[in-house]
């Protein structure tokens, strides 16, 4: 049997964290923040908070990536932590709403952009029952095909778009915070200025979800390891520089933004980074915001169908899923059927796009106690396996992954406080994969 090759170097594995990172969060985050927090500074507080924590979280899972080098990532984790089940329930939910609904409302955001260049993409084309086909949801669908099909000619392929990408997507980014300090009407006396907001721990916590949203995708380099080269010494790197990186950019940016608009100007703002670059260059401005979030949304795009194939693969290797999705291509040495079950179904999902935000909302709740539990394996397999060979072990051990799972925990509890129904239908979600489970479990041990 065909086994995934190790072609993906560091620069590909550091892409990955920048690449995936950097959607289109950046672009908009800053006006729900102020909106909670009221004031630029508190801003980037909790831009510099969410940013040590997601370090936190990469220095965690340094060690295990160096340690367990594995296809599938957090599956591998939960799995030599907790056991089959709660990496089964890890996957299903990624593959049922949290990958591939990532895949879809990120090609839906690249098509949105688009239309701001061609509004033709806005039509409807036709309709399926009562729900309305626009021309510019089968051009998405036509986009997550695209790189499904690149991804299915090697890692090396996919890898080799991310850095490109990437590269185009950092300098984009480079050259509007470069535009917004060097506006002469800018001043930094904007970050003194407020608007009216909660604050307090609720406006706190409200701002940190947004921010984490922004950074979300720091771990997804994990679930390649088993196609980076030397990952005993490569995935620490790209975890812990990719995710420094990603924090410097965007502290950068957030300056950027209230140097040139005060506090009441980016609350109301829809499009922060638009109205920026319109202030300082007119209507040409924000089309060079459009060009950007574009390549930067495709190069999340491309890194999420990457990374998000090989949870389902790693499953199907552990008797968990269809036999058939834990095929390697013999040619490309790619889970090129797992590939085309993520994009297929992540192409279904754009056509439900419009109602698939509150179906995303239901499942973070579910996801953010899986990420903790993640983060905590690295603790339960310090006792667990003590004899496993560790590579790298994470900087200010035990602190930093404790750090992160109360942290976690206290998310949770505010989201369950805050949004008590869509956090119980992510339970519910979680617990619908169940019978699949017991069923592939029997077929395994059978």
Same mark, same amino acid.
């Given at each position: 049997?065909?086994?995934?090759?190790?072609?993906?170097?560091?620069?590909?594995?550091?892409?990955?964290?920048?690449?995936?990172?950097?959607?289109?969060?950046?672009?908009?985050?800053?006006?729900?923040?102020?909106?909670?927090?009221?004031?630029?500074?508190?801003?980037?507080?909790?831009?510099?908070?969410?940013?040590?924590?997601?370090?936190?979280?990469?220095?965690?899972?340094?060690?295990?990536?160096?340690?367990?080098?594995?296809?599938?990532?957090?599956?591998?984790?939960?799995?030599?932590?907790?056991?089959?089940?709660?990496?089964?329930?890890?996957?299903?939910?990624?593959?049922?709403?949290?990958?591939?609904?990532?895949?879809?409302?990120?090609?839906?955001?690249?098509?949105?952009?688009?239309?701001?260049?061609?509004?033709?993409?806005?039509?409807?084309?036709?309709?399926?029952?009562?729900?309305?086909?626009?021309?510019?949801?089968?051009?998405?669908?036509?986009?997550?095909?695209?790189?499904?099909?690149?991804?299915?000619?090697?890692?090396?392929?996919?890898?080799?778009?991310?850095? !490109?990408?990437?590269?185009?997507?950092?300098?984009?980014?480079?050259?509007?915070? !470069?535009?917004?300090?060097?506006?002469?009407?800018?001043?930094?006396?904007?970050?003194?200025? @407020?608007?009216?907001?909660?604050?307090?721990?609720?406006?706190?916590?409200?701002?940190?979800?947004?921010?984490?949203?922004?950074?979300?995708?720091?771990?997804?380099?994990?679930?390649?390891?088993?196609?980076?080269?030397?990952?005993?010494?490569?995935?620490?790197?790209?975890?812990?520089?990719?995710?420094?990186?990603?924090?410097?950019?965007?502290? #950068?940016?957030?300056?950027?933004?209230?140097?040139?608009?005060?506090?009441?100007?980016?609350?109301?703002?829809? $499009?922060?980074?638009?109205?920026?670059?319109?202030?300082?260059?007119?209507?040409?401005?924000?089309?060079?915001?459009?060009?950007?979030?574009?390549?930067?949304?495709?190069?999340?795009?491309?890194? @999420?169908?990457?990374?998000?194939?090989?949870?389902?693969?790693?499953?199907?290797?552990?008797?968990?899923?269809?036999?058939?999705?834990?095929?390697?291509?013999?040619?490309?040495?790619?889970?090129?059927? @797992?590939?085309?079950?993520?994009?297929?179904?992540?192409?279904?999902?754009?056509?439900?796009?419009?109602?698939?935000?509150?179906?995303?909302?239901?499942?973070?709740?579910?996801?953010?106690?899986?990420?903790?539990?993640?983060?905590?394996?690295?603790?339960?397999? $310090?006792?667990?396996?003590?004899?496993?060979?560790?590579?790298?072990?994470?900087?200010?051990?035990?602190?930093?992954?404790?750090?992160?799972?109360?942290?976690?925990?206290?998310?949770?509890?505010?989201?369950?406080?805050?949004?008590? $129904?869509?956090?119980?239908?992510? #339970?519910?979600?979680?617990?619908?994969?169940?019978?699949?489970? #017991?069923?592939?479990?029997?077929?395994?041990?059978?």
């Amino acid at each position: 049997m065909s086994e995934l090759k190790r072609d993906l170097g560091v620069w590909g594995a550091a892409a990955i964290v920048v690449g995936t990172v950097i959607g289109s969060g950046i672009f908009l985050v800053p006006k729900s923040m102020v909106q909670n927090v009221g004031t630029p500074n508190m801003v980037i507080f909790v831009f510099i908070f969410g940013g040590l924590l997601s370090l936190a979280g990469a220095l965690t899972y340094a060690e295990l990536a160096s340690a367990m080098p594995e296809a599938g990532g957090e599956y591998v984790y939960l799995r030599e932590a907790y056991g089959p089940f709660f990496a089964f329930l890890y996957g299903w939910t990624q593959l049922l709403v949290a990958k591939s609904g990532s895949v879809a409302t990120l090609a839906t955001a690249f098509f949105t952009y688009m239309a701001n260049f061609y509004p033709a993409l806005e039509s409807v084309l036709t309709t399926i029952g009562p729900v309305p086909i626009k021309s510019g949801q089968v051009f998405a669908m036509c986009v997550i095909a695209l790189l499904g099909w690149l991804n299915y000619f090697g890692v090396k392929v996919g890898g080799n778009v991310q850095i !490109v990408v990437t590269i185009v997507k950092v300098g984009l980014i480079a050259l509007l915070i !470069v535009v917004g300090f060097t506006f002469p009407a800018g001043d930094f006396a904007n970050l003194s200025t @407020s608007v009216p907001a909660p604050g307090g721990v609720a406006g706190f916590f409200a701002a940190l979800v947004a921010a984490l949203w922004a950074y979300d995708g720091w771990n997804n380099v994990s679930m390649v390891s088993s196609e980076v080269k030397e990952p005993q010494r490569n995935l620490p790197r790209a975890l812990i520089y990719g995710t420094l990186g990603v924090m410097i950019i965007y502290l #950068l940016a957030t300056l950027a933004y209230f140097y040139v608009l005060p506090a009441e100007g980016v609350a109301a703002s829809e $499009r922060v980074a638009a109205e920026m670059m319109r202030r300082v260059w007119g209507s040409g401005g924000a089309a060079v915001v459009s060009v950007a979030a574009m390549i930067s949304i495709f190069a999340a795009l491309n890194g @999420s169908i990457l990374t998000g194939a090989r949870v389902p693969y790693a499953m199907a290797r552990d008797g968990l899923f269809a036999k058939a999705i834990g095929e390697v291509h013999p040619k490309h040495f790619t889970p090129a059927n @797992s590939i085309a079950a993520l994009t297929a179904w992540s192409m279904v999902l754009v056509l439900a796009s419009g109602n698939y935000d509150e179906l995303f909302t239901y499942v973070i709740f579910a996801s953010w106690i899986l990420y903790g539990m993640a983060t905590a394996s690295v603790l339960v397999l $310090r006792k667990k396996r003590p004899d496993l060979p560790r590579p790298y072990k994470t900087l200010g051990y035990p602190a930093v992954p404790i750090v992160f799972v109360l942290v976690a925990i206290a998310l949770l509890l505010s989201t369950l406080l805050k949004s008590p $129904r869509e956090s119980l239908m992510g #339970l519910v979600i979680m617990a619908a994969g169940i019978p699949f489970y #017991l069923h592939w479990n029997s077929k395994r041990r059978t």
